[in-house]
């Protein structure tokens, strides 16, 4: 074996190395350089590229500038204006502080900086190829620094071979700018590439204003907005559910001080609080800036300044999981979220009309003999308030033979107007004869709670064809919490219609029952410990760590069900465990409490949890099975009283709306 012997490297291969940890990829300089601007002042920023940074890239900047005497310096590793000595990396408030960016894009690249210092009467010019400086000229500039880079890694030809295609190395850089004008929106950024302007954000300090230039208006109104403090953290933001989530967490942007990052705490965190709002395979989006004291988390931890550390990590996850948790609980099921931009209200013309006395008398006397819909509505108010009885059953056939439609238009019977009835709904009925009157049922309330419980329904329950009175009368009014819904309907035995104000609302029969049987199986089991005794204590040897976390989580693990005592030698007696919906667990899952408890600080109920979505799925009314119609309307009741969550437990919503305004325009009743 030949023995080597130890030497110094040169400057070229020191600064290559350190610029393969800076300077990954095009998208990694630019965003050295565009901290280093706003480290500067500067309050409009442009970054240009060609072919994805390959070809070149340029950052300019209207900054504070840069001293003429310190251009040399600025090149140099390990030099900065941000820290002075070592205790200034506890409290880091710059986003630049480590001195290495400008060398190490130098070392792999063609960099020509200029830049005029404010109040300055002219600014200086210098070139600056793979680490060496040529001469400082001076140059007729704008206010500010402006940086171009032409041909990265032209030196390094490896590094150069791994980089993707220009199309991929774009669309890194177009993430990381959307990052940018998210996180601050009191700097107005331009993006181009290729020559075309990608992103422009306004720079007015609004952060709905970011958040639109780069997702819209349409996105911007369904996002819930995030505000609050916990912990010491104060949260701000915005974050994006149901048909917001995406394939994958590239929007997923969390904001530290100012200063972009990415935690897998924070991630775990953010989806942990919208788990089951979001389609299985689907990620929340978010804006969110964390602001917390400086010394509460350490960013010197990559030279890409991307990865933090929190001093209490424990506390950071619980406030934002937290704080997300009750916005997003303040969802109603039927709420309709407010405009962010209301029209204006148009006041239609006053028409004016002259009755004589007689006339007007008579008029009186015909609405005194047969009340209009605004009495009946009166009456059905009052009554829903005085008195709440059984649902009468109303059968309903979605999809009525033209036959009985003939029957119905041709038999003569006069439609009358709303009916009240004791319950406190209204229903448009015909008249029918005496001897088929619409059957009634007091338990049918009951039906879709037995199918809870695996109950088939008795052969008597089975509703008949139904008769042209039956299919005549659907139509249901109720008061719910202020809320005025009609039933309309159901379409394909499937999606219960409903008129609400201004909007058609389409309800997932399916996903209601599932959602409010999770509800309620969860609110039963919650608190609860029940424990198995085994017959046979069982001895489980743990590694070292295992051990440590049982020693010193003993009392989180009793309280879980878990009653173990140490046995000795890395080993431990397991007398029971915890009871799940009527079955004990397994003594494996001792070992997944411990890993949970190692790394989390908790044990994690989410087995439990997918086994009540599993059996609240199996037990609820099925898409396309026919239910009473009394029997949704009373879903429907429920889901509005209890105020759940507008998803179903996979995460599908149990309701979608179609406004008025949208079904002009299909139409084209209206043109805007």
Known sequence: ?????????????????????????????????????????????TVEIRDGGLTSFRVVDNGSGIQPSDIRLAFARHATSKITEAKDLYGVQTLGFRGEALASIAAVGKVNCTTRMRGAEYGVSVQNNGGEMGEIKEAACPEGTSFTVKDLFYNAPVRRRFLKKPSTETGYISDLMMRFILSHPQISFRYLADGKTVYFSAGDGKPESAVMSIYG??????????????NGVLLDGYVGVGDLARGNRTHQSFILNGRLIKSNLLTDALEEACRQRVMIGKFPI??????????????????????????????????????????????RPLGSAPSLFTDEETVSPVSVKQFSPEQYAAKSERQSAQPGPETAQIQTNFSDTVQKSAIPEAKFDPQPSPAASLTARS?????????????????????????KPVPRD?????????????????AASVP????????????????????????????????????????????????????????????????????????????????????EVFIQSRDALLKAGFDADDFGDLT?????????????????CFRDALDDLSENGRISDQKRVDRIIQMSCKHAVKGGERAPMEALMELVRRMVRENVTPTCPHGRPLVIEVTQRELEKRFHRIQN
Not at 217 to 230: A, C, P, Q
Not at 494 to 518: F, G, M, N, P, W
Not at 520 to 545: C, D, F, K, V, W
Request: overall charge negative; some cysteine.
């Open 1 to 45: 074996m030949q023995i080597s012997h130890i030497r110094q490297l040169s400057a070229d291969v020191i600064g290559q190395i350190a610029a393969g940890e800076v300077v990954e990829r095009p998208a990694a300089a630019i965003k050295e350089l565009v901290e280093n601007s706003m480290d500067a002042g500067a309050t409009a920023i």
């Open 217 to 230: 208006l349409s996105v911007l109104e369904k996002l819930h907005r995030i505000s609050g403090n916990m």
């Open 286 to 331: 978010c804006v969110l800036h964390l602001t917390m004291p400086f010394e509460a988390a350490d960013v010197n931890v990559h030279p890409n300044k991307w990865e933090v550390r929190f001093a209490d990590e424990k506390a950071v996850r619980e406030a934002v999981q937290t704080l997300i948790e009750d916005v997003l609980r303040q969802d």
């Open 411 to 435: 038999s003569g019977d006069r439609q009358l107007s709303p009916a009240v009835s004791q319950n406190g709904f209204s229903s448009n009925t015909y008249d029918a004869p005496a001897e």
């Open 442 to 458: 007091t338990k049918l309330t009951e039906k879709l709670e037995n199918r809870a419980q695996g109950i088939a329904p008795p």
């Open 464 to 547: 008949a064809e139904p008769t042209v009175a039956q299919i005549a009368s659907p139509v249901i009014e109720e008061q719910l919490d202020s809320l005025p819904v009609r039933l309309i309907g159901v379409v394909f035995n499937t999606y219960i219609l409903l008129e609400c104000a201004d909007r058609l609302l389409l309800c997932d029969q399916h996903a209601v029952h599932e959602r409010l049987l999770y509800e309620r199986y969860m609110r039963e089991l919650n608190g609860s410990a029940a424990t198995q005794l085994l017959l046979a204590p069982e001895i489980i040897r743990l590694t070292h760590r295992e051990y």
């Open 572 to 588: 431990v007696q397991l007398r029971s465990v915890p009871m799940m919906l009527g079955q004990a667990r397994s003594a494996d």
